[in-house]
Each structure stands twice: as C-alpha cells, then as structure tokens.
C-alpha cells in the first residue's frame, strides 16, 4: 500500500522512492527552478558544487519551510526531517510542529533526526577532563575542537561554500548566494531527548520515543534509505532520532 512521506529540509539526502515528497528550498535550488536566474550558478560554481547544481534531482519541491508545509490537510502518512529543527528559530518551532500536525493523517508519524546535544557535551566535558588531566589535547586547538563542535554551526558567518573564496569573490558570492545565516546553514538551538520530548508533548504529539537509526515504528521506514549512506551504515553519526505520533 503506497503512503505519502515528506522529506522536508532533504538537502543533498533525498528519496527516489516513489512515496516521497522531498522539500528543500537550498539556494541552488531555487536558482534552478526559476526560468531567468538558472543560468547563474554555472557562472560561479566550480568541480564538486558544480556537479552536484547539475545534477540535483527533479524530485525536490523548492519551498521555504518558514512559509509552512506545502501539502494539504491530513494527507501525509509520516512526515520526517533530519538535521532541520536545529535551523528552525525557536520562536518559529512552535508553529512548524503546527504544521506537522496539521499535514499528518490523525496516527500519522513525524520522525525526526537532530543532532544528540547529549553526545557532542558529553564529548566536550570528556576532552576538558582529558586536557586538564594532561592527556589527549596536547594543543589548545585539540581540546578546542570539540568547542567547535558544540558552537561552530551556530555562530559561523560565512556559508561552506563560500569559505574556499577569498576577498572580493567571497564577498560576491555572499552577495548573490546569502550567509550561513541566510542559507539556514547555521543552528538555532541544540536538542537533546529531554527537551525534544517535552518540545513534541507541548506541541501535542503522542506516543514519543527515541529510536535507533535503523528502527522505526514506520512499516518499511528501511525501504526509503533516508538514515543510511549508500553502503548501508548510519548516515548521520552522533544523531538523535525520535518518533512521535499525531
Ligand atoms: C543540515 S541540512 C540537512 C539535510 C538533510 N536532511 C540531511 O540530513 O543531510 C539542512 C537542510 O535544511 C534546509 N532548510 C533549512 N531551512 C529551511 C527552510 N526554511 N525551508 C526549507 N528548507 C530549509 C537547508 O536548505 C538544508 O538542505
């Protein structure tokens, strides 16, 4: 029996399985379906992001999230994001999950996939016990890393991007491409299974639980190849994933 699965926030991980709907409003993306500026990133881009604009998949819906879920009323069976919520304002979170409700059949599921903020502080506290006690960080940029693991996404200016360029190409293609923030490349809070819990129950979610990578309350969820990488390991390491019923 054939479902109605959205992928929101697919990035480069979309689903060619016939069931799903992948939404994502990258900046390439919404150059490449507008008739007049598809033509520009060919321009700009070089080697590995060129190829990846050209080939973007046709099965990807441009559509900002922030403008709600493009699907109507109750007509999705299960609606998942992974490593989107973190870029979501937290005052604009409650409305999303609205959205999610909304979209979702009554008993339909959002599965959801974040970075395990539990994960990355117990790394962090790990290191500074490590670098206090003299093993480990035996430089200040060892033990800093997992700093920067904690903090970097959400406080970086540049896009990824951009980062190669330098001088007045960045600051060009910043100008046509946007910053990190404007891309919604940066994070906007950080989940661990406490606060997504509590998050999902205000929201009005029922029936939450934090899940393997590859288990899932979704008949087939395993036929959509959406938590494993082409050879079948765990696409995301250090994730936290999370089930929850309308
Ligand atoms: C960190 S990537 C995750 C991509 C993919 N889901 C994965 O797990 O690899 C976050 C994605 O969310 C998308 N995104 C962020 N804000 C969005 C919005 N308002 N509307 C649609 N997509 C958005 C970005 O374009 C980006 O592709």
Redesign the pocket.
């Known amino acids: 029996m054939s479902r109605k699965v959205v992928n929101?926030?697919?990035?480069?991980?979309s689903s060619a399985h016939p069931d799903v709907l992948n939404?994502?409003?990258?900046v390439y993306l919404r150059f490449r379906s507008n008739p007049l500026l598809r033509w520009l990133p060919p321009l700009v881009l070089r080697g590995e992001r060129l190829e990846r604009y050209r080939s973007l998949p046709d099965n990807i819906v441009a559509?900002?999230?922030?403008r709600g879920i493009p699907l109507p009323d109750e007509s999705a069976d299960v609606v998942y994001?992974?490593?989107?919520l973190e870029?979501?304002d937290r005052d604009a979170v409650p409305a999303f999950q609205a959205e999610v409700r909304r979209v979702l059949k009554p008993g339909g599921v959002q599965r959801i996939?974040v970075p395990d903020l539990e994960i990355l502080a117990r790394r962090y506290v790990a290191s500074l016990e490590a670098a206090r006690a003299g093993r480990g960080a035996q430089s200040s940029s060892a033990h800093d890393a997992s700093v920067g693991e904690l903090l970097e996404q959400s406080v970086r200016k540049d896009a990824a991007a951009a980062r190669p360029l330098r001088g007045w190409k960045r600051a060009l293609y910043t100008r046509i491409f946007g910053d990190a923030r404007a891309r919604?490349e940066t994070h906007q809070w950080m989940y661990d299974s406490e606060n997504l819990a509590a998050l999902l129950r205000d929201c009005g979610f029922r029936d939450i639980a934090v899940v393997a990578h590859d288990r899932s309350r979704i008949p087939g969820w395993e036929t959509y190849g959406l938590d494993v990488d082409a050879e079948g390991r765990q696409y995301?390491p250090d994730s936290l994933y999370v089930e929850a019923a309308k």
């Not at 929101?8 to 991980?13: F, S, V």
């Not at 939404?23 to 990258?26: A, F, I, K, L, N």
């Not at 559509?63 to 922030?66: G, S, V, Y």
């Open positions: 929101l926030g697919c990035g480069p991980k939404v994502d409003w990258s559509h900002d999230l922030t994001h992974s490593h989107v870029h979501i996939v919604g995301k």
